[in-house]
């Protein structure tokens, strides 16, 4: 509660100094954004409370001011990330954006804003970066003699297909060089955006050279809206599915991640909901609570679905041998335990009754090809930071 500052005839009366109360204002979720808080992230020396002095006092019971969003140049001199990981299919994969604006709660991205300085709570959000150069670094990357084509993914990090890609449009320039090259990418995307690229999308597709998978975590428009406020309303995203087929782009639902006791009982209705738009396969994730990402998503249980935090977070705990996260390889993303096995037959199930299977990323490696000229030196960028 913020303090009450009182007044006389002759001077402001702050009352008992040596008694003073805490001014430290608590966090209060913020309308059109997913994190409560701005904690520091854990690279930074301390912790920077939000205290009222006493001379601009909100009522709590009014909306904070809107918080904008910035966009900065990410000045990378490479473009394609490389993993080793067993939990994950793919090789390769880039992001065009750093931060994303989407706001999930519940992305595993977040932590990778405090490398920036930032906080993984609103910051991630708010304080967004793009890569120009994507498009000319990618393709100085594939015309190196050695190297090998492999499927690329994009949106395995943050979203390639946010808001700011409507101004930027860095993913449509990626894909017209992944065309242009002949070389197979999987995306991964929970807005209905990427139907602006649908003819790239259906020429590639026309070639095997591209897999869509649409992300829906919930089919309640009320609890997406405060869980991922700026993403594509989940009736969109069904739509996207069967525009996008209907195109012959082939896709598959997400259903990612489940959140045991708040989203989970959802899985078969959001399958049913995909498969009927047009979804070819399906695939899953557990909820993932590392680093940073718990405490953020405990201040959005408390501030969205305080009678189900308890139990949110104790299925939670089920699922990971006690710990509200456990990092190890193999069970990170589907958990372990009944209650995660009983997630994973429930998903089986559910696809095996419609008749589809996993999300296939097999694609056509063979009409990779460098297509003739020589890769384009990158531009020189004065302006070296924007707002949106």
Same mark, same amino acid.
């Given at each position: 509660?913020?303090?009450?500052?009182?007044?006389?005839?002759?001077?402001?009366?702050?009352?008992?100094?040596?008694?003073?109360?805490?001014?430290?204002?608590?966090?209060?979720?913020?309308?059109?954004?997913?994190?409560?808080?701005?904690?520091?992230?854990?690279?930074?020396?301390?912790?920077?409370?939000?205290?009222?002095?006493?001379?601009?006092?909100?009522?709590?019971?009014?909306?904070?001011?809107?918080?904008?969003?910035?966009?900065?140049?990410?000045?990378?001199?490479?473009?394609?990330?490389?993993?080793?990981?067993?939990?994950?299919?793919?090789?390769?994969?880039?992001?065009?954006?750093?931060?994303?604006?989407? !706001?999930?709660?519940?992305?595993?991205?977040?932590?990778?804003?405090?490398?920036?300085?930032?906080?993984? !709570?609103?910051?991630?959000?708010?304080?967004?970066?793009?890569?120009?150069?994507?498009?000319?670094?990618?393709?100085?990357?594939?015309?190196?003699?050695?190297?090998?084509?492999?499927?690329?993914?994009?949106?395995?990090?943050?979203?390639?297909?946010?808001?700011?890609?409507?101004?930027?449009?860095?993913?449509?320039?990626?894909?017209?060089?992944?065309?242009?090259?002949?070389?197979?990418?999987?995306?991964?995307?929970?807005?209905?955006?990427?139907?602006?690229?649908?003819?790239?999308?259906?020429?590639?597709?026309?070639?095997?050279?591209?897999?869509?998978?649409?992300?829906?975590?919930?089919?309640?428009?009320?609890?997406?809206?405060?869980?991922?406020?700026?993403?594509?309303?989940?009736?969109?995203?069904?739509?996207?599915?069967?525009?996008?087929?209907?195109?012959?782009?082939?896709?598959?639902?997400?259903?990612?991640?489940?959140?045991?006791?708040?989203?989970?009982?959802?899985?078969?209705?959001?399958?049913?909901?995909?498969?009927?738009?047009?979804?070819?396969?399906?695939?899953?994730?557990?909820?993932?609570?590392?680093?940073?990402?718990?405490?953020?998503?405990?201040?959005?249980?408390?501030?969205?679905?305080?009678?189900?935090?308890?139990?949110?977070?104790?299925?939670?705990?089920?699922?990971?041998?006690?710990?509200?996260?456990?990092?190890?390889?193999?069970?990170?993303?589907? !958990?372990?335990?009944?209650?995660?096995?009983?997630?994973?037959?429930?998903?089986?199930?559910?696809?095996?009754?419609?008749?589809?299977?996993?999300?296939?990323?097999?694609?056509?490696?063979?009409?990779?090809?460098?297509?003739?000229?020589?890769?384009?030196?990158?531009?020189?960028?004065?302006?070296?930071?924007?707002?949106?």
């Amino acid at each position: 509660m913020s303090p009450t500052l009182r007044t006389s005839n002759s001077c402001f009366d702050f009352g008992d100094l040596t008694s003073a109360p805490d001014t430290t204002l608590p966090a209060r979720a913020r309308k059109g954004r997913g994190a409560v808080s701005n904690h520091a992230g854990r690279f930074e020396p301390g912790e920077r409370p939000l205290e009222d002095d006493g001379w601009l006092l909100q009522d709590e019971e009014n909306d904070q001011p809107p918080l904008r969003t910035t966009v900065s140049l990410d000045t990378s001199k490479s473009i394609i990330s490389r993993n080793d990981s067993p939990d994950v299919p793919f090789y390769q994969s880039i992001n065009p954006y750093r931060g994303c604006e989407h !706001g999930c709660i519940y992305c595993f991205a977040r932590p990778t804003h405090a490398y920036l300085g930032h906080s993984p !709570g609103l910051d991630f959000e708010s304080r967004l970066y793009y890569k120009p150069n994507a498009a000319k670094l990618l393709e100085k990357e594939l015309r190196r003699p050695a190297y090998r084509p492999q499927l690329i993914a994009l949106g395995t990090n943050t979203d390639p297909y946010q808001p700011i890609e409507r101004r930027y449009r860095i993913m449509r320039s990626i894909l017209q060089v992944m065309s242009d090259f002949q070389h197979p990418i999987g995306i991964t995307t929970k807005s209905a955006n990427i139907l602006r690229d649908l003819d790239l999308l259906t020429s590639l597709a026309r070639r095997r050279l591209v897999h869509v998978a649409i992300s829906v975590t919930t089919l309640n428009g009320d609890l997406a809206r405060s869980m991922e406020p700026r993403a594509s309303a989940p009736h969109r995203r069904i739509a996207a599915i069967k525009e996008l087929t209907g195109a012959g782009v082939p896709v598959s639902i997400s259903v990612a991640p489940i959140i045991p006791g708040l989203t989970d009982p959802e899985i078969e209705t959001i399958i049913a909901a995909g498969i009927k738009a047009g979804a070819r396969g399906v695939n899953w994730i557990l909820l993932r609570l590392p680093l940073e990402i718990k405490g953020l998503f405990e201040e959005w249980l408390q501030a969205h679905a305080p009678d189900r935090a308890s139990h949110v977070l104790n299925l939670m705990r089920e699922c990971h041998g006690g710990q509200i996260y456990s990092s190890t390889f193999g069970s990170r993303m589907r !958990g372990q335990g009944p209650y995660a096995e009983m997630i994973k037959q429930r998903v089986e199930q559910a696809a095996k009754r419609h008749g589809v299977g996993d999300r296939d990323w097999r694609l056509d490696l063979s009409r990779f090809r460098a297509p003739a000229g020589t890769a384009t030196q990158p531009d020189l960028f004065s302006a070296f930071g924007s707002s949106d």
